[in-house]
């Protein structure tokens, strides 16, 4: 069956880059679209943006301006990366597959703290 | 962006009972070239992900029990659990698909009178 699994730091300082990667099993990641979702107490769930066709993204014009989501074909893996972090942005991150979000990551929490 | 609004924020429901959870979205997430609606329903417990209970705002999931079901059109939907079980304590959720970005509703917390 389809998994998906999130890795990278727990901890990420103000102002520096926060990365995320999202390993697929189960399923080539040249089909579908791919998400990343975070969910925060304050906020609640938010939508990222998405990876779609191999390369084409598109990103929640909130965060625009500091996300970038790639893909590593060989690998099965797409990434999240959200550049000057700031303490809003500590939250649970998710990968996630479709439009309607069938498959998800447990999720991996990341706090934003010096 | 397409507002997301649930209600009521919670709810408490003998064991047995039905469970009806509404959300209204700020436009319509209709899709005329395919006639569905782009609206999703995810169940979540403490300390896991959400899970896709509905989709295409009817759509019931591969394994989700038949008393979860989805109904409404356009602006306006609701997520029924025919007979409350207590394993159905969580927060529910609705979310659109139609629009960038997505969104999703605030949040309902089901619980057991």
């Known amino acids: 069956q389809v998994q998906l699994q999130e890795s990278g730091p727990g901890l990420v300082k103000p102002s520096e880059t926060l990365s995320l990667t999202c390993t697929v099993s189960g399923v080539s990641i040249s089909s579908y679209y791919w998400n990343w979702i975070r969910q925060s107490p304050g906020k609640g769930l938010e939508w990222i943006g998405y990876?779609?066709?191999?390369?084409?993204?598109t990103y929640n014009p909130s965060l625009k301006s500091r996300v970038t989501i790639s893909v590593d074909m060989s690998k099965n893996q797409f990434s999240l990366k959200l550049n000057s972090v700031t303490a809003a942005d500590t939250a649970v991150y998710y990968c996630?597959?479709?439009?309607?979000?069938?498959?998800w990551g447990k999720g991996t929490t990341v706090t934003v703290s010096s | 962006d397409i507002v997301m609004t649930q209600s009521p924020d919670s709810l408490s429901v003998s064991l047995g009972e039905r469970a009806t959870i509404n959300c209204k979205s700020s436009?319509?997430?209709?899709?005329?070239?395919?006639?569905?609606?782009?609206l999703a329903w995810f169940q979540q417990k403490p300390g896991q992900p959400p899970k896709l209970l509905i989709y295409w705002a009817s759509t019931r999931e591969s394994g989700v029990p038949d008393r979860f079901s989805g109904s409404g059109s356009g602006t306006d939907f609701t997520l029924t659990i025919s007979s409350l079980q207590a394993e159905d304590v969580a927060v529910y959720y609705c979310?659109?698909?139609?629009?960038?970005?997505?969104?999703f509703g605030q949040g309902t917390k089901l619980e057991i009178k």
């Open positions: 990876l779609y066709n191999s390369g084409s993204t």
């Open positions: 979310q659109q698909y139609y629009n960038v970005p997505h969104t």
């Open positions: 996630t597959r479709r439009g309607f979000l069938d498959v």
């Open positions: 436009q319509t997430v209709f899709y005329s070239s395919n006639n569905k609606n782009s």
